[in-house]
């Protein structure tokens, strides 16, 4: 039996045991495990997926593989087939607080990390970078940045108050503002093995994916009817990714089954970590650390949804429920000043390239979601990127202006995606779900993948198919 078949076999066995416990299956987790304010809650999402192309999969990288073919390590090695973990849902463990202390005014607090449910390990991004450092593409496993880089608590880690009428205002580690927004407005829910928006924190970070989650920061946030805003603030850290100062600003509104939303932000200084393994194979891991170049970005985004209520003659409670979904960022990759720090988790850096003339990027994306009153829901996305031509200079102030002539990923190329996914909830704490994810790579984006050109032309391609179960409690 070949890998494909696998695959077939399970939906067959997935929609075989979806129709049997539709009538038969009992939900022992309560509702929720909350004692005077305080609430435990977690996810574990694990199964199977087969990729026509990749690498082996990882014990730290969120997520375990590349699911995608937008990925800086052109690690390619042929095709995968392999226990998967979170493709839906980044598997976590996390406390909620939510105490009201004085007349309207209610402590909140979150503390919540992110793991590998096939290893035990904390997410750690960082690390399967370091650990692919004496390997060459083709002989790495899975391996990518991203803000959690094995702290105890990688992904939120905040406290704050909250009043009715005067807002709240939170102060930690926090999402940033454009990540948080994502979250409503990615049809696949940011889904790592089927949404460029969750496996990639690049959107989330404006174009850095370790300026997804900003430590040291300020967040308020205020609504008024459908309207609300929200204002973020952080003087960065030495060890935070962000080494410079970083700012942002939501505003948006719910009217009827209409949601919008516009986000701007602006980082100073993210670390954006590279392949450790040079191109001649020499001192794969450079002094101090990791290999890193240092950008300012901004970012302007907007994005919408509107959900239909199909009666279907019967009561609300019973409704199907159609969402549509629609979106754009532009974003900046500029020269960023600082030349020493670490990246998230207080991992060293070398910066070792600058950028000369700026990176823009380009995104749109849509889809649909059909969720049905049975327990079935239906997704569908497609995602789009483009890519300017570019150019950078070697060291901490180069000037050389070196581009795509010289260096192939530099040159102008686009990133396609599209996805499905079916989804059965047997309950609110347990569902299985199948999916297909086909992801392409163009010109310069595609640089270095085999088969690709040194300068203007190539693509990549990469097919994932993936069946698991979640469990949430």
Known sequence: MNRSSYLTGAAISLAMVCATAQAQMKDPIPD???????????????????????????????????????????????SVSSAAESGLEQSKIGIRVNEPIADDWTLIAQAETG?????????????????????????????????????AFNSVLMGGVSNKMLGTLTIGR??????????NYDPQGLSYAFSFLGYSGFNGGAGSTEGARWDNSFKYTYASGPVHFSAMYTGGGYDTGTLGS???????????????????????????????????????????????YISDDTLYSAMGKYTFDLANGGPPSAADKLSVYAGYTHLTKAHGPYTTGEAQGAYPISVGININNSAVYNMEWLGAKYAMHNGWSYTAALYHINQNSWTIGLGTTGTQGIGCADAGLLCAGDFYEASAVADYAFNKHYDAYLGVNYSEVTDGLANGFPGTTVGTSGSQSQTTGMVGFRVRF
């Open 32 to 78: 929720s495990l909350s004692l005077a304010g305080v609430t435990v809650y977690g996810t574990v999402d694990v199964g199977y997926a087969y990729q026509s192309s990749g690498v082996p999969l990882s014990s730290t990288l969120p997520g375990g593989l590349e699911y995608q073919a937008f990925t800086t390590t052109r690690n390619f090695a042929g």
């Open 174 to 183: 926090q999402n940033a503002l454009e990540l948080s927004t994502l979250a």
């Open 115 to 151: 793991f590998n449910p096939l290893s035990g390990h904390l997410t750690d991004a960082c690390a399967s970078i370091a650990d692919n450092g004496a390997n060459a593409q083709g002989h790495q496993t899975a391996n990518a940045d991203s803000s959690r880089c094995g702290q």
């Open 246 to 292: 970083a700012f942002g600003a939501n505003l948006g509104g719910t009217f009827g089954g209409l949601s919008i939303d516009a986000v701007f932000q602006n980082e100073n200084s993210v670390v954006n970590l590279r392949s450790s393994f040079d191109d001649l194979g020499v001192n794969p891991l450079p002094s101090p650390g990791l290999a890193a």
